[in-house]
C-alpha cells in the first residue's frame, strides 16, 4: 500500500506570494491533517479534515486554508507569506477520526 | 489546561545503554496515547501506541512504553539502544478527538 505523499517536497517562495500544498492520503484513509514544525514552535496542529469537511483548526491566523476533495486528497494553500511561515508541513491519514497518524515525508517551505 | 509534556529536550546516551525517554500528560481522563519517532528530513513514524488494557506496550524496533496511569505518564524504553535509533522522538496523546505533541525528546547515540 503506498504511503502518504506529499508535493512539493521542497519549495522556495518570497513574502507576499502564496503557496499550495497537496497531500495524497493512504488509499481508504478518509482523515487528513496538517502540521507546521518549526524548530522554536515544534509540532503545531493546522486543521483535519474529515469525509471533505473540516472537523478541527488550530490556532493560526486565516491566511491559513485547506480543503479536501472527494477522493480524500488534501490541499493546504498559504496566502500573503510571511518570513515566519518557512517550516516543514506534514500531512498525515488516518483512517479513523483521531486514530493513528500516518505521516508523510513533508513538504519544506522557504519564505526569503 | 490539557497538555502533554517531554521533559528532556535531548539525551545522549552510549550505544548499547539502555534509553527511557520520559512522557508526562494532563488531562482529566486517560487519553489514549502514542511515541512517534522522526529521522532528519523525513516524517513521523508510529513506534507504538496505547488504548486500553495491558499497560506494557511492545511497539517496533524494540521499543516498548509502559502506561502509569497513577503518574499519569506514558514513558518509552529500549533497552539497548543502536546507533540508527538517533532521531526525534514524540509523545502524543488524544482525548475527544483532539491530538496534541510533546515538544519531543532529540535522542543522540555516541560511539
Known amino acids: 500500500k503506498a504511503g502518504v505523499t506529499q508535493t512539493p517536497r521542497y519549495l522556495i517562495k518570497t513574502r507576499g506570494q502564496q503557496v499550495t500544498l497537496s497531500c495524497s492520503p493512504i488509499s481508504g484513509h478518509r482523515s487528513v491533517s496538517w502540521y507546521q514544525q518549526t524548530p522554536g514552535q515544534g509540532l503545531q496542529f493546522l486543521f483535519e479534515y474529515f469525509s471533505e469537511t473540516q472537523r478541527n483548526k488550530g490556532n493560526f491566523p486565516g491566511r491559513f486554508s485547506g480543503r479536501q476533495f472527494s477522493n480524500s486528497r488534501s490541499e493546504m494553500n498559504v496566502s500573503t507569506l510571511e518570513l515566519g511561515d518557512s517550516a516543514l508541513y506534514l500531512c498525515?491519514?488516518?483512517?479513523?477520526?483521531?486514530?493513528?497518524?500516518?505521516f508523510g515525508e513533508g513538504s519544506r517551505l522557504t519564505v526569503l | 489546561a490539557q497538555s502533554v509534556t517531554q521533559p528532556d529536550i535531548h539525551i545522549t546516551v552510549s550505544e548499547g545503554a539502555s534509553l527511557e525517554l520520559r512522557c508526562n500528560y494532563s488531562y482529566g481522563a486517560t487519553p489514549y496515547l502514542f511515541w512517534y519517532v522522526q529521522s532528519p528530513g523525513q516524517g513521523l513514524q508510529l513506534l507504538l501506541k496505547?488504548?486500553?488494557?495491558?499497560?506494557l506496550v511492545q511497539g517496533i524496533k524494540g521499543f516498548e512504553a509502559e502506561f502509569k496511569r497513577s503518574q499519569s505518564s506514558f514513558n518509552l524504553r529500549k533497552p539497548s539502544v543502536h546507533w540508527s535509533d538517533a532521531a526525534e522522538y514524540f509523545c502524543?496523546?488524544?482525548?475527544?478527538?483532539?491530538?496534541?505533541f510533546g515538544a519531543g525528546t532529540r535522542l543522540t547515540v555516541k560511539p
Open positions: 496505547y488504548f486500553s488494557g495491558d499497560t
Open positions: 502524543a496523546v488524544v482525548l475527544d478527538n483532539d491530538m496534541r
Open positions: 498525515a491519514s488516518s483512517p479513523a477520526v483521531a486514530g493513528e497518524l500516518f
